[in-house]
Structures are given as C-alpha cells and as structure tokens.
C-alpha cells in the first residue's frame, strides 16, 4: 500500500537518512524505534507527504508522491493521509466537532455529510458529550483523541502517527494504544508509528529499529 525505495535527504553537509526502502501493507500497524537523530521522523514526513526526498522514490497505491507540485501534494495529503502528532495540535477557538470537520471541509465535501461522519467518529472515540467542547476544556487524552477523529475524517489511505502518546500518562498511553487497534479492526486502517513506547512497539505488527539514518 505505501512503499518507499532509495530515501536519501540531506539538511546541508548532514546525512540524514541514507537509503531507506520500506514497504506498508494495508491494514499494517508498524513502528519505527530508534535513538534520537537516527532520523525517524524525517522519514516520516517525507513519507506523509511533509517534505520531500533528496533521492528515491514514495508512492501510496499507484500514485508517486514526491514528484507532486506544492498544490497536488496538498491536496493528496488532505485526501489520503491522516497525522497524529505528539502534541494535539487542535485550533483553539474550535470546538472538538469543528477540530475534526475542518480536513473534511477544506476537501470540499457537504458540510452536513463531513459533521455526521465527525459525530460518528467522535463517539466511536468515546467523546460524544464532548462535541461542544473546545480544546482548552478536554484532557490531554481527550485532546489526542480528538486528533485522532480529524485524522479519520477524510478515511485516508495512511494514518502516520509521531510520538502519538509522548505527551500522555501511562492510561490514556494504553488507551490510545488500544485505539489504533480497534480502528485496524473496524477500517482496515494502516498504521507507521515512531515511538519510543516499548509497550506500543510491542504491540505492531511489526517493528522497524532506526539507526544513523537507516533502517537495520
């Protein structure tokens, strides 16, 4: 479903990644672990369409990835790939129901068809008294629950989730953990995740380890 060949990004004099191949099949939950700099996360925004490629080649399905301009790449991201970062990174003048509808909206589909599909969402995730609620008002596992329903909203190809439970206490890290493998079960979902939770790596399908730029 997402394969990656040859990776190579270079930030000046530095090396970052040095020739990564890479292969995601559907409903795959993966992990990718490692020391920091070992550059897990600069391969995983390349692959979520965040940067771009000195060398090599993505493509999800049949589509290559790296060669779209600025506003294909745009729109390929709204479209095919959900986030989840280590911080929310929620709008806070936004409700938890708008937080989610707004992917949804900037695709251009009905506004009424993207809120009943977020409401869904939202209370498949627990959080159907919470709609209404703005960021401020949620806990940090509500908060990163509620990114996990945007990144749902445009059922994407690939959810690509950084530290997702970094910023989390250890119950609602487990929570969170259980989550993507509930929405594996019910969507088929895909999953690349870079985390330095062993419990979480243990529990993929499969676990990629990083170092000084490649996977070994």
Known sequence: MLTATNIQKYYGDLWVLKGVDLEIKQ??????????????????????????????????????????????????????????????????????????????????????????????????????????????????????RVAVARALINRPNIIFADEPTGNLDSANAHELHQLFFSLRQQFNQSFLIVTHNEDLAQMSDRILHMKDGKIV
């Open 27 to 144: 409903g795959e939950i993966a992990s990718i672990v490692g020391p920091s700099g070992s550059g897990k996360s600069t391969l995983l925004h390349i692959l979520g369409t965040l940067d771009k490629p000195d060398k090599g080649e993505v493509r999800v399905g049949n589509q290559r990835i790296n060669f779209l301009n600025e506003k294909q790449m745009a729109a390929f991201r709204n479209k095919h790939v959900g986030f989840v970062f280590q911080f929310h990174h929620l709008l806070p003048e936004f409700t938890a129901l708008e937080n989610v509808c707004i992917p949804g909206w900037m695709a251009g589909r009905r506004k009424s068809d993207v809120e009943q599909y977020a409401l869904s969402l939202l209370q498949m995730l627990g959080l159907e008294k919470r709609v209404d609620n703005k960021p401020n008002a949620l806990s940090g596992g509500e908060q990163q």
